[in-house]
């Protein structure tokens, strides 16, 4: 299975400025996913990034609060914008690596709170 | 109408002792596919178990086995010989459609504690 880093791991910030999150995988795959899980919640697709086109946003989330670049086949960032307490969650990136039967390999998370 | 439902919020288990956590799901699709991930206190959500609409097998690997009943639409992971490190949050989670880069959609989740 595909070795994913998330950077960071975790950060504190404070409400109305912008974080970026990095996904890098050790090898090319053609789908990646952003999904955010509150506390004590359970996992909730934000937006699927393919490589080379404008990410797919899921109901309830917004390019301008959750925008995504995809610039290869290895590397994906989400970016929280205008950052609320409400917006205190982990992050992950997921990737199928389409060999399988769509299962998804997780990085370790990026665990947010804003203050 | 949820997905995917996981009905038992918390589960405990005795190590060495099997467990079954529970998983329905509701889809119109006849090909579909469904997961069980584990998540430690850590955070990362580790892939366990497969289960395919068409397979006429239920799905084992190692100590965990995947209980697929179609038609009541049930998806149950059984852990054998539970260990202390089993402890975690346990989600079942759905793929609908044949695979091909299809999104995920996850259950609440049981949280299972293995004592000593």
């Known amino acids: 299975s595909a070795v994913i880093s998330q950077k960071p791991s975790r950060d504190i910030c404070q409400r109305g400025t912008s974080l970026t999150i990095q996904c890098q995988v050790d090898?090319?795959?053609?789908?990646m996913f952003w999904y955010r899980q509150q506390p004590g919640q359970s996992l909730t697709l934000i937006a699927t990034?393919?490589?080379?086109?404008?990410?797919?946003?899921e109901s309830g989330f917004v390019i301008d609060k959750f925008p995504i670049s995809r610039p290869n086949l290895t590397f994906s960032t989400l970016t929280v914008s205008n950052m609320s307490p409400e917006d205190s969650s982990i992050y992950l990136c997921?990737?199928?690596?389409?060999?399988?039967?769509?299962?998804?390999?997780f990085g370790p998370g990026t665990r947010l709170t804003v203050l | 109408a949820q997905k995917i439902t996981q009905t038992q919020p918390g589960m405990f288990v005795q190590e060495k002792e099997a467990v079954t956590l529970d998983c329905t799901y509701d889809?119109?699709?006849?090909?579909?596919?469904l997961f069980w991930y584990k998540q430690p206190s850590s955070g990362e959500m580790i892939f366990l178990i497969y289960?395919?609409?068409?397979?006429?097998q239920n799905a084992t690997e190692g100590r965990y086995s995947l209980n697929f009943q179609k038609a009541r639409k049930s998806a149950n992971l059984v852990i054998s010989a539970s260990q202390l490190g089993d402890s975690a949050m346990y989600f079942c989670?759905?793929?609908?459609?044949?695979?091909?880069?299809?999104?995920?959609?996850f259950g609440t989740g049981t949280r299972l504690l293995v004592s000593p």
């Open positions: 090898s090319q795959v053609t789908m």
């Open positions: 889809t119109s699709d006849q090909s579909y596919g």
């Open positions: 990034a393919n490589q080379g086109s404008e990410a797919t946003y």
């Open positions: 997921s990737v199928d690596q389409g060999a399988g039967f769509g299962e998804q390999f």
């Open positions: 989670a759905m793929r609908e459609g044949p695979t091909g880069f299809q999104k995920l959609v």
């Open positions: 289960q395919g609409s068409y397979d006429e």
